[in-house]
């Protein structure tokens, strides 16, 4: 018998053939490039399109209920990490509690990215496209917290290492960043 029929044969049921095995960059790369399509669509849409008034206002709204969706879910989840850094929870408890904040942040940006689309950003405006790129940064941020959040889980209680924790605190500092920096845009675009 062959080595690999000894393992085709310890392979349990439901078990993915090594055929069937994709790297593990290969799930997060996918999404990246999903999320920047999306940016890069949504773009594409503000440039060839142009929302009528009530568009418009249908579009301010969703916009304004997506930002306080996700930025809201995200600050629940660094509020959690505040609460890990002092002492109030364990880690595994904020990586329980954040693991369904993930659909509510992911729901309000899509929402922020597809209705800004219909509000006539202007897209000569330097600030808007720092805005733009810090929505950007904010999706692929948030791929990559994805990936972090797995890793925690699959600690099971376990300490982290350091490197797991420099990232978790890189992964929040760009997160909140990001955010305030394109809310602070919107507002100051928002008064011309």
């Given at each position: 018998m062959s080595t690999a029929d000894a393992a085709a044969i310890r392979r349990r049921p439901g078990q993915p053939?090594?055929?069937?095995r994709v790297p593990r960059w290969c799930a997060?790369?996918?999404?990246?490039?999903?999320?920047?399509?999306?940016w890069g669509a949504s773009i594409w849409v503000a440039l060839h399109l142009r929302a009528d008034a009530a568009l418009h206002t249908v579009a301010l709204f969703v916009h304004l209920a997506s930002l306080v969706?996700?930025?809201g879910a995200v600050l629940v989840i660094d509020y959690y990490g505040v609460l890990w850094l002092s002492g109030r929870k364990?880690?595994?408890d904020v990586v329980e509690y954040a693991a369904p904040l993930h659909l509510p942040v992911w729901a309000g940006?899509?929402?922020l990215i597809a209705s800004g689309?219909?509000?006539?950003?202007?897209?000569?405006?330097p600030l808007t496209c720092v805005k733009l790129g810090l929505v950007l940064l904010l999706a692929l941020n948030g791929v990559q917290a994805g990936v972090l959040h797995r890793r925690l889980a699959a600690l099971d209680g376990r300490p982290a290492t350091r490197a797991l924790l420099m990232r978790g605190?890189?992964?929040?500092?760009?997160?909140?960043?990001?955010?305030?920096g394109a809310v602070a845009i919107g507002f100051l675009n928002s008064r011309r």
């Open positions: 053939s090594d055929l069937l997060p790369a996918m999404a990246s490039l999903a999320v920047s399509a999306g969706i996700g930025f364990s880690l595994r940006l899509a929402g689309a219909f509000l006539h950003p202007d897209l000569s405006s605190a890189a992964t929040a500092t760009v997160s909140q960043a990001a955010w305030w």
